[in-house]
């Protein structure tokens, strides 16, 4: 179990480290990472692109063609690292392999990515903001990765390291309907 467990890690950093290689030449390191989100978050999201990609009598081509027809606008160096994970059987190292990217992509880049979520499109301010505030807490720069869900109703999420901060509306409603069930 203890060898499954490091040849797993193992082909992850060896997959990772490839993909940074290959970032680091086009200098799109930081894009790189977030599509690794986009692209984990589609696979996880999506039970018949998973079946089709573990699909033994599917042939590799077809396979690369799905993929290459829903990743379109994602880096080449990605698809094709994506590519050689979908013909070796290792799908389910991707989430893996997106963690030790983004590990070793920001000891690259000498950054910290926080993730930042909300209803709308972030301004320049809001962002200046951002930057300056998780810059000195973490004592270094901060890269922001920035996506819009109109579900928050309103507020911000953040997060980086595994570590989440939701002031959302829509977490705040849930809380107070929680407590609200608990008293009534």
């Known amino acids: 179990m203890k060898t499954n467990l490091l040849n797993t890690r193992a082909k992850a950093t060896v997959y990772a480290e490839v993909l940074l290689g ?24 999506s039970i018949e692109l998973r079946k089709a990609l573990i699909d033994k009598t599917i042939p590799a081509a077809a396979k690369k063609g799905i993929v290459a027809e829903i ?27 997106r963690d030790t990217y983004v590990a070793l992509a920001e000891k690259a880049l000498g950054a910290a990515f926080v993730d930042v979520t ?9 962002r200046e903001q951002i930057v300056t505030k998780y810059s000195a807490q973490l004592g270094r720069k901060v890269m922001l990765r920035e996506y819009v869900d109109p579900g928050l109703i309103g507020g911000i999420v953040l997060s980086a390291h595994g570590k989440r901060i939701d002031a959302s509306v829509s977490s705040q409603l849930e809380s107070a309907r929680h407590v609200l069930s608990k008293t009534v």
């Not at 799109?28 to 696979?43: E, K, P, R, S, T």
């Not at 690292?81 to 991707?94: C, E, H, N, P, Y």
């Open 22 to 45: 290959a970032a680091r030449v086009r200098n799109n390191v930081f894009d790189v990472a977030g599509q690794l989100d986009q692209l984990v978050a589609a696979v996880r999201g």
């Open 71 to 97: 990743f379109s606008s994602f880096a080449p160096e990605l698809l094709t690292t994506f590519d050689v994970m979908v013909d070796r059987g290792d799908l389910s190292l991707l989430p893996r392999v």
């Open 118 to 126: 909300t209803v709308v499109p972030l301004d320049e301010t809001l």
